[in-house]
């Protein structure tokens, strides 16, 4: 069965600063996606950034960029210029074709003025 | 272009009481999700659809009940509530399958079981 796995159950940053939050997951798979949702208080997930196994080049998306290191099974979200908007829970996320997504326990991230 | 909506978004049952939260989502998505979220977890899924008429089990599907009668709603029922779904619930949609296609989620509802 597949794992996912966020090490930082909490974290803070400056506003403007750079963070990088942690997940690595577990499979035995070759091709797969992976993702970052956010979660703001409202609630609503919304996704941030996603990556397919087979594409060696990092996804970028904005301000967020990941660092996706399939050999030691990491995909970690940078978050650049971080801004009070950006405080929320982040999850990432793993799936396979034809199987379900597995989420991460989250990480709160809190952007402080 | 609403996207996808829950309701409602608040409920407090009694233990035994029974409920149906209702997803409906305009994006003429064939697949649709039902997860709960519980403090220090993940999202877990709960049961999905693959397209109307059709329905199938997640990971934690014992004591809930969906129906998928029209393309644009999904239902998820709880027949005997129990304290042990006080959780939030998302609702979620996709294009295509699971794998390659984002995932929209709903607002979530938060229920209560006393």
């Known amino acids: 069965a597949q794992t996912v796995t966020q090490s930082q159950p909490e974290m803070s940053v400056q506003e403007a600063e750079t963070v990088t939050l942690s997940c690595t997951y577990d499979t035995s798979e070759n091709n797969y996606y992976l993702f970052w949702y956010k979660q703001p208080p409202s609630r609503q997930m919304i996704l941030v950034i996603r990556q397919e196994a087979y594409k060696q080049q990092n996804a970028t998306e904005n301000r967020f960029s990941v660092n996706f290191q399939k050999a030691a099974k990491s995909f970690s979200l940078k978050i650049s210029d971080s801004q009070l908007g950006d405080t929320a829970m982040y999850f990432c996320?793993?799936?396979?074709?034809?199987?379900?997504?597995?989420f991460g326990p989250g990480t709160r991230l809190s952007v402080l003025p | 272009n609403a996207g996808v909506t829950q309701t409602p978004k608040f409920r407090v049952l009694k233990t035994g009481q029974s409920m149906t939260l209702l997803c409906a989502q305009d994006m003429n998505h064939e697949y649709m999700y039902w997860y709960r979220q519980d403090p220090g977890m993940g999202l877990r899924l709960i049961h999905y659809s693959v397209g109307e008429g059709t329905t199938a089990k997640g990971e934690v599907p014992d004591g809930y009940n969906v129906s998928r009668l029209k393309k644009q709603n999904f239902l998820l029922g709880l027949e005997s509530a129990a304290p042990s779904q006080t959780s939030v619930y998302f609702c979620?949609?996709?294009?295509?399958?699971?794998?390659?296609?984002?995932?929209?989620f709903g607002p979530g509802t938060r229920l209560t079981v006393l």
């Open positions: 996320a793993f799936i396979r074709s034809g199987q379900n997504f597995v």
């Open positions: 979620a949609s996709s294009f295509g399958h699971l794998s390659t296609d984002t995932q929209y």
